[in-house]
């Protein structure tokens, strides 16, 4: 792991240490978290938050280093610099696609987000574990899988790491509205914590004038994504007996269920996020992956709801067996099934009536006697790494899938790039493929694309693992392959892929793929960012892609947009004169801060409504030069007085990565006469000193 660079070694508070030093403050006094509250506490509240809203709660700390040095910006049009982030609370993510705990922070990211929408700019700052995520493609793709909004940085050196002297994933930095760093944050499960900081850190700023509260606009990568009928799958689960497939449409949030020659049998799930019960169209589901089939019982891994979902395939409906719909942010031991909160659930499976959890978040595996309203630990210390030994004392990396053998299961360990056996029998784990049992950790970094037997062959990341007659089928992700492991020898081979993102059927290439099911001679595999699912024909090891016939993407309600609220103070125009019953246009010229210029990228809405009859007209709003011009229909009323409200961008030089939005109102009496020739209205906007 990289040290800490020179310039933190000047840097003595961090943000791990917040709740005592601002409790020292009143920031964090007891007060503030009282539960009963009293008309004599609510005034010393207020009294007490007015008196911090002087107070920086950072005061005297240096300025933030420069962002410069990744590789690429992704979810923006272009670069962005801290002078661009002037007057904004920065929080800079510094994260790593294929790690868990990255991705439980991605919710409270988005929560904070969304509660300070004009005040707050996430960064996120991918600097990667491993080789695969180097690359820009790859983030991008798990951008929008990950469904992220904002700004992130290819920091595949780890050049904008070393400038903050990070040291783990994931972690995050503040910076305030005046480009001064405020300390760091290490771990999960903190959302409470950056709340209370950044709402006083606002109030300060605020208070003081050097908070910039313009909304900003970002080009988001999911806008690049065309629409697809499956979206990003990542299980598959066969039942040969009645020839059909089970996938987990992950990001569709629901699951499809297919015959093996393509016919649409079902969807389970509306395609909404959520955690509702109930029929196949209203039930739903949050990134659902492994699947788990016993009788006519569907098991379903909801891994980002946190819970064990249950299918019944005869009655159609979708209920909970276990967990609350929260994530354990605690070592969970377990407990009654309702009551206990699981922590990313990702694969099933089931021996002699016992349900098998991989459990990624706290590296371990579960247990449910099915039947019982109970679940616990089965095996896994909870420490991340690979060891063996027996249940108790044994050790995972982020258990992502499993697959049975009699009484024994094995699983593959993502971050330790490992294929473990689990022997139910003999209660130890063993290690099949990769490294196991090394000092410090040292197995979670060793990884790489080499075929050999057992600890000296090397896979990276693998998400799927699939028992056929003696021998093992691994996706073996990040290296875009599947391999093989004979079982007598533990021998790993390549099997197919060339081991480059891609999406050709000769020679075959994968992206990622994660989900592996057989039947017969026919090898199921998700190929997950390719939007599909290949079939390998195992007699001569061709592939297809396998199609199922009528499947769309869901249809889901329309989100309002909310960001385009009328400005509050109308600007008053003198009385307008256009051509009767002629189309006619309206040109802005924004008067825009020093080096910055309209975006064509950003996009131009408007409405103009008639104040007598409250009726829009429809037009077009476009960027040309540094005009913004609003083209209209003619006009039905013959005079009366219109609204024009407008929301436009404008970046640094035009194209920079952060966009500012600005919202304009104005209350504009027309009129319209026959021999008049004026088809146009031009309206001035000053937004100089902005």
């Not at 019944?312 to 309702?338: C, H, I």
């Not at 093989?484 to 480059?500: A, C, H, R, W």
Request: net charge neutral; charged share 25%; aromatic share 8%.
């Amino acid at each position: 792991m990289p040290g800490k660079h020179a310039f933190l070694n000047r840097i003595y508070f961090f943000i791990a240490t917040i709740a005592f030093l601002l409790a020292g403050s009143g920031i964090l006094n007891s007060s503030v978290f009282a539960d009963e509250k009293t008309p004599a506490k609510e005034t010393k509240q207020a009294e007490q938050d007015k008196e911090l809203a002087v107070k920086n709660p950072f005061p005297n700390r240096p300025k933030a280093p420069s962002l410069d040095g990744g590789k690429e910006w992704l979810n923006t049009a272009g670069e962005i610099t801290l002078k661009d982030l002037r007057g904004k609370v920065v929080l800079i993510d510094f994260w790593t696609y294929c790690c868990i705990n990255c991705m439980h922070v991605l919710p409270d990211l988005a929560y904070l987000e969304a509660k300070y929408p004009n005040e707050l700019v996430v960064i996120g700052c991918h600097s990667a574990k491993f080789d695969n995520e180097k690359e820009t493609d790859n983030i991008r793709r798990a951008i929008q899988r990950y469904e992220i909004k904002h700004p992130v940085i290819n920091d595949s050196n780890m050049t904008v790491w070393r400038k903050y002297g990070v040291r783990a994933w994931p972690s995050m930095v503040l910076i305030d509205p005046e480009g001064n760093y405020c300390g760091h944050l290490s771990g999960e499960g903190n959302r409470e914590l950056l709340d209370k900081v950044l709402e006083r850190v606002i109030a300060y700023h605020r208070a003081k004038g050097t908070l910039d509260e313009t909304p900003v606009h970002f080009e988001l990568e999911a806008a690049k994504l065309k629409p697809t009928p499956l979206k990003f799958p990542g299980k598959l689960l066969a039942d040969a007996p009645k020839q059909r497939l089970f996938i987990s449409d992950s990001n569709h949030n629901r699951i499809v269920i297919t015959s093996l020659d393509g016919k649409l049998i079902d969807v389970i799930g509306s395609g909404q996020i959520g955690k509702k019960d109930g029929d196949y169209k209203s039930a739903s589901f949050d990134h659902p992956q492994g699947m788990a089939l016993v009788g006519n019982t569907l098991y379903v891994a909801d891994t980002e709801n946190h819970m064990i979902r249950t299918v019944d395939l005869d009655k159609k409906q979708v209920s909970t067996l276990a967990g609350t719909g929260e994530q354990a942010r605690y070592r969970s031991a377990g407990g009654k099934l309702r009551a206990s909160a699981l922590n990313s659930p990702w694969a099933l499976t089931e021996i002699d009536g016992v349900l098998y959890i991989c459990m990624a978040g706290p590296h371990q595996i579960w247990q449910h006697k099915l039947g019982t309203n109970e679940i616990s630990v089965y095996a896994g210390s909870g420490r991340e790494d690979i060891i063996n030994g027996a249940l108790d004392e044994s050790a995972f990396a982020q258990t992502s899938d499993i697959t049975v053998d009699g009484d024994v299961f094995y699983v593959v360990d993502s971050e330790g790039s490992a294929v473990r056996k689990v022997d139910t029998k003999k209660k130890n784990v063993t290690t099949v493929a990769g490294t196991s049992d090394l000092e410090r950790g040292r197995s979670l970094f060793e990884f790489g694309d080499k075929d050999g037997i057992g600890d000296q062959a090397r896979l990276q990341h693998p998400l799927g693992v699939l028992y056929d007659k003696g021998r093992l089928f691994v996706a073996d992700t990040y290296n875009h392959k599947l391999k093989t492991i004979d079982l007598k020898t533990n021998e790993v081979k390549s099997f197919l892929g060339t081991g480059k993102d891609g999406n050709a059927l000769n020679p075959v290439q994968f992206s990622e793929p994660s989900g592996l099911a057989l039947v017969g001679n026919r090898l199921f595999v998700a190929d997950t960012n390719n939007h599909r699912i290949c079939v390998v024909n195992l007699d001569d090891n061709k592939v297809s892609e396998f199609k199922v016939q009528g499947l769309t993407p869901p249809s889901l309600p329309k989100k309002a947009d909310d960001s385009f609220a009328p400005a509050k103070n109308a600007l008053a125009v003198s009385a307008q004169t256009v051509a009767s019953g002629k189309p006619f246009k309206i040109t802005v010229t924004p008067k825009l801060p020093a080096e910055y210029k309209l975006s064509p990228l950003a996009p131009v809405k408007f409405s103009f409504k008639s104040d007598a009859q409250q009726a829009s007209v429809k037009g077009k709003g476009t960027v040309q030069g540094n005009q913004l011009v609003l083209e209209l229909p003619a006009l039905k009323d013959p005079s009366g007085a219109y609204t024009l409200n407008l929301r436009f961008g404008y970046c640094r030089d035009g194209v920079g990565g952060l966009c500012k939005q600005h919202s304009a109102h104005w209350s504009i009496p027309v009129q319209t006469a026959a021999g008049s020739k004026t088809t146009e209205i031009s309206l001035p906007l000053d937004l100089s000193k902005e």
